[in-house]
T-cell receptor, first 112, second 111 residues
């Protein structure tokens, strides 16, 4: 199994509060990704990173920010959580010229 | 990104072969065809990928049409553990793998 750890795995938070999800890898892969998965929408890319301090937006980036200060960590922050951000969040990693990306086990976030 | 069409669901019996089709008629010449699957309550996992030739690995085989507008993922002998949602994703293999997941095919395996 790829060395990917997501934390927290489960969180319930209130509308308007900030939330940070952490993705930690032990594989030294260049690329890291955050996806969200909702019923009826499948997996959608939020943000991705192609190196330390290098990030870019994905398909559904509004309301989210990311940071990558170290190769191994990619943080996803919801500055002010809304109920529409209730979802399952998956982190993924990939090599520079690889064909495979590896997903974490997911973080279940509920915003009430 | 190339648009893909997959059946919403398929059903098969344990220990029988399963053929999962995917249409990707707008695929570009540099796109590989990737297959991922997602077991219940888990993140997606890589299954196989190919460009033009048929490909085999320990998990499955990938048959690619000569015009590359369609492909078929073949599970030679399905087990209960193969019950999952299977995604067909055309994408290049250089750089960031910003994979676009469609709805996939939900495969049910009957004992």
């Amino acid at each position: 199994d790829a060395g990917i750890t997501q934390s927290p795995r489960h969180k319930v938070t209130e509308t308007g509060t900030p939330v940070t999800l952490r993705c930690h890898q032990t594989e030294n892969h260049r690329y890291m990704y955050w996806y969200r998965q909702d019923p009826g929408h499948g997996l959608r890319l939020i943000h991705y990173s192609y190196g330390v301090k290098d990030t870019d937006k994905g398909e559904v980036s509004d309301g989210y920010s990311v940071s990558r200060s170290k190769t191994e960590d990619f943080l996803l922050t919801l500055e002010s959580a809304t109920s529409s951000q209730t979802s399952v969040y998956f982190c993924a990693i990939g090599q520079s010229s690889g064909n495979t990306i590896y997903f974490g086990e997911g973080s279940w976030l509920t915003v009430v | 990104d190339a648009k893909t069409t997959q059946p919403n669901s398929m059903e098969s019996n344990e220990e029988e072969p399963v053929h999962l089709p995917c249409n990707h008629s707008t695929i570009s010449g540099t796109d590989y065809i990737h297959w991922y699957r997602q077991l219940p309550s888990q993140g997606p996992e890589y299954v196989i990928h190919g460009l033009t030739s048929n490909v085999n690995n320990r998990m499955a085989s990938l048959a690619i049409a000569e015009d590359r507008k369609s492909s078929t993922l073949i599970l030679h002998r399905a087990t209960l553990r193969d019950a999952a949602v299977y995604y067909c994703i055309p994408h290049i293999i250089q750089g960031a793998q910003k994979l676009v997941f469609g709805q996939g095919t939900r495969l049910t395996i009957n004992p």
